[in-house]
Every structure is written in structure tokens, then in C-alpha cells.
């Protein structure tokens, strides 16, 4: 009996669940996690879908995760390396023009003084607003927001606590954070550059995985969000995982286990156990109990307060709150094994722009047609395109002579009007590969192999409702306090000993594990779980 008895059962072996696991290993719990996959990960996972190509499925960049992380848990002992991308950016324009970022800033400023001298002498400053901003945001990443609405005098100085980090910013910063937080990507980028090429191509991290188009208000906090990391201490950064983004998770994974964690694959759980208000444990599918006091839940909110947990089991209010957590996902991933690389008109042969995000969204306005067809049920004629290829940093992901490339196709809403996924998809692919060849004549010969994801695939493989890469809209209204509903944003849920520790928390999506780190912290300071003091680590000082 004590071998299905843990202290701590995480459900979903996600990268922010295995955060929260080899934190809590690491404070003297005995914890078990279990993927109802063959393998960890969730959507950050390497998977060899074709003979000799180790593919990222679905997460496919690495600049989110947090340094104390990597730092505590000793990730790149344990197989993690990035290799920062360089150029950042090509965009490819009808006219056949061509623009680049850069890691080096002077080659980036000759870059944008093509389109725009004015927006050259500009961008510095804007890249230091930026900054300033993201650092008070990221100061909020690894701390659990205070409670909403504030009902006691703990309460009230936590936000007390909370406002005092914005002392030090200047009356600009604070009304550029007020902005930031409500404007739309375009309306907060018309106020910097004229530029109509260098705005769409920042802009482009303003509606990544977003319901909402350029002119959404909201869309700028998306654009900050993915400001927020870096790779080789170069802010908003983002890098390449040596060994796909599979090497995250298992290198968390491994931390995890060299401090006694557990982790199943193939344990997929049926439902989480609760009598008398309180987690008992979890129910695995074919009748296997696990028993433990605490249950964290890696697994998005619908997925865990909706099918995982009994209508009894929880207030109807909240679970109504739940039923409207917004979670439908307009995005969809192609997979492509090729035989060579691209050769676009706008910079033929082989060349930098394979090393880079390659980006076909020529102006606003195209993204924000885009946003019109798929607000009304409609995959987007000309979608958002945005191409990698990892293999031009880490060949051996593909056999000799050949390449990845992902492509991240915005906007392919999840419910369709009038269509069926599973009728459409492959056609879809078809006209995605004929929109590249407008700018790259020899792009079909190149296509040896394709895999292609809806959102629907999305939400069937990896278990993410209605394929929403983050577990729910990052819209302020579903943001800090209010993740993933009003008063419940703190990780600890309704139900006694269950926790949420996934993007479905605060501070959201993406390959960050700041909701696991958060959650782990949460479950510790509760003191409902008992450690061996012998073997405990401490790591939990304030945020550094």
C-alpha cells in the first residue's frame, strides 16, 4: 500500500509540472508524476516522427525559462544548452526587399535605417523603455499574486508590498506600463516607428498564439511577454534547444529524479479523488488508486475543474467561472521534413536568413485580415507565418543533406464555421505551402515529409483544450489576479490540497516554469506535507 502512497501526485508531465515536482524533491517530499503520454514534456517535447528527424512537435524556441530555474535545478548539468538565434528576425516584403535583426545592435540600426533613419535613431530608446517595463513585469513572474479582491489586513499589504515595486519608475514608465497592459500591439508601436516594415515585424510578438489581431487592445502586454527572457544574457533573445525542446523537460525531468521524484509515462488519470472537500489522490484509467494529501495539476484549468473533478466536488460558481475561462486556441503547426533550404527571391541561396525566424506577414494590415477570417470560424486565407529551422544550430536532428522547419501558422481558429478540421486540414496545408512559394519558388520540391497540426490535433495529442498554447487567453481580464478566476489566483484551488501548477496559472504560457516554481512554493509554505529533514534542500529565498 505505501508504494501508491506519495505525498505529492502532479497530474501531467508538462515542463512547468516537472518544475513543480524537482522543486518539491528537492524540499524532502516524495512525489510521483504522471504523463498520460509515452513521453514528459507536454508541449515542449522532441519527438522522431519521421526515420532519423527529431522533430519539436509543438513548442519550438526556448527564451521564456526562468534563470533561477535553470540556475537551482541544475539544468544544464542534467543536457540543457540553447544556441541563441542569430539573425533574430527576416522578413521577406512582395517587392522583394528584405529586412534582418540582429544580435550585433549596430547591424540591426543599418537594418531599420533602410526602411526608416528616423526609426533607427529610435529604436534604442524604445529597446530601453522596453526593458524597464518587462523588468518590473518579470519581478512578478516568480511571486504569487495577493488575493482578489483583498479580504483581510494580510491582504491589503500584500498590495501594499505590491505597489511599492513601482516607486522607482518615472510618470513615463508608469503611464508606458498602463499602455502596455490595455493597448494593441499596432497602437502601441504606431506611438514609436513609421516604419510600416519594421512595425509588422515587432508586431508579429504581439499576437503569437493570441486570440486577437494587431489592433486588439491587450495585444501589446502579449509583446512584452515574450520580451521577458533572453538567451546569453541578451534580452528578448530567443535560442534553439540543442536536441529539440524535448531536452527541457527531460533535463527537468532528471533533476527531478536525482532528488527521488517519480515519473510515469503511459499513466493516464482518470479523476482526481477528493472526500469530505479534500484531495484523497487520483484514480489512473483502469482502476489504479494513488493515494497522497496534495494534488497538483499540470493539466489546463477546463481539463482539471471540468473532467477531473466531480460536479459535486466543487462550488457551482466557480465552476461556472471556469465553463467562461476563455480557452479556445487560432493556431496551428506544421511540421516539414526537407530535402535543402528555401531559396527566397527576396535574398537567394543559402544564407543567414535560414538561421533566423523567418517571418511572411507583410504589413498590419495583413495580420489584421488575417484576425478577420478567423474571428468569424474561417482559417485565414493569408495567415501569419513564421518558419524555423533548427537544424541550421544542431544538424543532428535531421540526416545528412536534410532540415526542419516548423512553421507557426496564425490565425486557424479552433471552431470552425460551417468546416471540420479533419476534412480541411490537409487542403489547408496544401494552399500554406503554395502562400511560401510566392516567396520562394523551389519550396514544395524541398518537402520530403509534413505533419500537420490544427488546433484540434493540437488539443487531441498534447490534451490542451480547444489547442490553446498557453491554457487560456493571456487577456488582461484572465491575467495575474484573475488566473485563472478571481480570487483563486494564488495556485491553492477550492478543493482542499489541490493546487494548479500550469500555464493556466499565473504568470501564464510559454516554456517559462514560473507556474510551476510558483505552485511548488505554495504547497511548501501550506506545511500539509510532511519532509524528511535529512534529505530537504533549501531553495527558497526571495526571488533574486
Not at 198 to 212: F, H, P, R, W, Y
Not at 319 to 347: C, H, Q, W, Y
Request: charged letters at 25%.
Amino acid at each position: 500500500m505505501n508504494g501508491n502512497r506519495f505525498d505529492v501526485v502532479i497530474v501531467g508531465g508538462g515542463h512547468n509540472g516537472l518544475v513543480t515536482a524537482a522543486y518539491l524533491a528537492r524540499a524532502g517530499r516524495k512525489v510521483l508524476v504522471l504523463e498520460r503520454r509515452e513521453l514528459v514534456g507536454g508541449c515542449s517535447v522532441t519527438e522522431e516522427i519521421w526515420p532519423g528527424f527529431r522533430v519539436s512537435t509543438a513548442a519550438y524556441l526556448s527564451s521564456l525559462l526562468q534563470d533561477r530555474i535553470v540556475r537551482e535545478l541544475e539544468l544544464e548539468r542534467f543536457g540543457y544548452l540553447v544556441d541563441p538565434k542569430d539573425p533574430a528576425f527576416f522578413s521577406v516584403f512582395p517587392d522583394g526587399r528584405h529586412f534582418f535583426m540582429w544580435q550585433d545592435d549596430r547591424k540591426t540600426l543599418d537594418e531599420i535605417a533602410k526602411f526608416s533613419k528616423r526609426d533607427a535613431e529610435t529604436y534604442p530608446v524604445f529597446e530601453q523603455h522596453l526593458e524597464k517595463l518587462a523588468q518590473v513585469v518579470e519581478g512578478l513572474l516568480l511571486t504569487s499574486p495577493p488575493d482578489f479582491p483583498p479580504g483581510s489586513v494580510v491582504d491589503f499589504i500584500d498590495y501594499i508590498k505590491l505597489a511599492a515595486r513601482f516607486r522607482k519608475l518615472s510618470r513615463s514608465e508608469i503611464v508606458g506600463l498602463v499602455k502596455i497592459f490595455t493597448q494593441s500591439a499596432a497602437d502601441f508601436l504606431d506611438e514609436w516607428f513609421e516604419s510600416p516594415e519594421v512595425k509588422v515585424t515587432l508586431a508579429t510578438d504581439g499576437v503569437i498564439g493570441a486570440n486577437g489581431g494587431p489592433r486588439s487592445p491587450g495585444t501589446a502586454y502579449i509583446l512584452l511577454h515574450h520580451c521577458m527572457g533572453g538567451v546569453g544574457g541578451k534580452r528578448g533573445l530567443w535560442g534553439f534547444v540543442r536536441g529539440g525542446m524535448g531536452a527541457i523537460s527531460e533535463s527537468i525531468a532528471r533533476s527531478a529524479q536525482s532528488k527521488g521524484a517519480e515519473v510515469r509515462v503511459n499513466a493516464p488519470v482518470e479523476r482526481i479523488l477528493v472526500s469530505g472537500g479534500r484531495v484523497q489522490g487520483v484514480v489512473l484509467e483502469g482502476g489504479e488508486e494513488i493515494h497522497a494529501p496534495i494534488v497538483a495539476s499540470n493539466v489546463d484549468p477546463h481539463v482539471t475543474f471540468l473532467k477531473l473533478l466531480g460536479d459535486g466536488d466543487l462550488d457551482p460558481e466557480f465552476r461556472e467561472s471556469i465553463r467562461r475561462f476563455r480557452i479556445e486556441g487560432t493556431s496551428l503547426k506544421i511540421n516539414l521534413a526537407l530535402s535543402g533550404v528555401p531559396d527566397f527571391k527576396a535574398m537567394p541561396g543559402a544564407g543567414p536568413q535560414h538561421r533566423a525566424t523567418m517571418h511572411i506577414c507583410p504589413s498590419i494590415e495583413y495580420i489584421e485580415r488575417a484576425w478577420d477570417d478567423a474571428k468569424y470560424g474561417r482559417p485565414s486565407e493569408r495567415p501569419m507565418l513564421e518558419m524555423t529551422m533548427p537544424t541550421m544550430y544542431d544538424p543532428s536532428l535531421a540526416p545528412p543533406g536534410h532540415h526542419i522547419m516548423g512553421i507557426f501558422i496564425q490565425y486557424a481558429p479552433y471552431t470552425l464555421n460551417g468546416l471540420k478540421w479533419d476534412d480541411i486540414r490537409e487542403p489547408y496545408a496544401d494552399h500554406i505551402l503554395d502562400l511560401i512559394e510566392e516567396y520562394a519558388p523551389n519550396f514544395r520540391s524541398l518537402v520530403v515529409a509534413r505533419q500537420v497540426l490544427s488546433p484540434l490535433d493540437l488539443e487531441r495529442r498534447f490534451g490542451i483544450t480547444g489547442g490553446n498554447i498557453f491554457h487560456g487567453e493571456m487577456s488582461l481580464d484572465q491575467m495575474f489576479v484573475m488566473r485563472p478566476v478571481a480570487g483563486w489566483a494564488r495556485y491553492r484551488m477550492p478543493v482542499g490540497g489541490l493546487y494548479l501548477c500550469g500555464s493556466g496559472a499565473h504568470p501564464g504560457g510559454g516554456v517559462m516554469g514560473a507556474p510551476g516554481y510558483n505552485a511548488a512554493r505554495a504547497i511548501l509554505k501550506s506545511g500539509m506535507v510532511p519532509a524528511d529533514e535529512r534529505r530537504a534542500t533549501s531553495v527558497w529565498s526571495s526571488p533574486k
